[in-house]
Nanobody, 121 residues
Framework: QVQLVESGGGLVQPGGSLRLSCAAS????????MGWYRQAPGKERELVAT???????NYANSVKGRFTISRDNAKNTVYLQMNSLKPDDTAVYYC???????????????WGQGTQVTISS
């Protein structure tokens, strides 16, 4: 059963913008810190941004001031607005949900299938 469905990737010129979306099941979304990670060819997967259920956000230094993460609780969807894109932003972007299951069960981790973002002229 697919839990996270991403959309919005593509090819954009340097300086352009893209918005990624990730729709989750309500059961997961309501109790999860949502995040975006990315993995470039030959590199490890890295954190891009996270947003808690209380809408507290955290960003990688490399994207601060350019990317904005947000969540729409009515739509069970998290977004990543990416502006001023650079070739170094080229990667597969993955949606993540870290679901809190309580003090006894800890956390469950879910991943989307990934969406390709390519920044090139």
């Amino acid at each position: 059963q697919v839990q996270l469905v991403e959309s919005g990737g593509g090819l954009v010129q340097p300086g352009g913008s893209l918005r990624l979306s990730c729709a989750a099941s309500a059961y997961i979304f309501s109790s999860s810190t949502m995040g975006w990670y990315r993995q470039a060819p030959g590199k490890e997967r890295e954190l891009v941004a996270t947003i808690t259920t209380g809408a507290n956000t955290n960003y990688a230094n490399s994207v601060k001031g350019r990317f904005t993460i947000s969540r729409d609780n009515a739509k069970n969807t998290v977004y990543l607005q990416m502006n001023s894109l650079k070739p170094d932003d080229t990667a597969v972007y993955y949606c993540n949900a870290q679901q809190y299951l309580g003090s006894r069960n800890g956390y469950a981790n879910y991943w989307g299938q990934g969406t390709q973002v390519t920044i090139s002229s």
